[in-house]
């Protein structure tokens, strides 16, 4: 897998931060293949358009020979969501995690 500048461009196209950044790019330039995790809360039966920009650019790197692990947690659905502006999401159970997150799989990758 060689890595090109362009290809380091693209995969930093829409990305606010890396934290390392240094180390990302010696990576990189190393021909490492990363390993991306990304984890979703399964707090909807759906992933909505939001999910859509990380999915692609998880993709992409995929495609890039990268590796990349897709976690569904279910801590913060099953405590509530304190996030919310103006109220928290509500606590849901277990079994009504595990229904939402089966979609999620086929919807993404």
Do not use: W
């Not at 090109?4 to 930093?12: G, N, P, R, T, V």
């Not at 759906?46 to 990268?66: A, P, R, S, Y």
């Not at 939402?100 to 990758?109: G, L, Q």
């Amino acid at each position: 897998m060689l890595i090109m500048k362009s290809d380091i461009e693209i995969l930093l196209r829409g990305i606010e931060e890396i934290i390392p950044k240094e180390e990302f790019l010696a990576k990189l330039k190393k021909n490492k293949t990363l390993r991306i995790k990304v984890g979703f809360d399964p707090t909807a039966p759906d992933l909505h358009l939001g999910h859509t920009v990380i999915i692609n650019k998880m993709k992409l790197f995929q495609d890039m020979g990268h590796e990349v692990i897709f976690l569904i947690g279910d801590f913060t659905g099953s405590v509530g969501d304190p996030s919310g502006v103006n109220e928290t999401r509500p606590v849901l159970s277990k079994s009504d995690l595990k229904k939402n997150s089966k979609t999620y799989p086929k919807k993404s990758f």
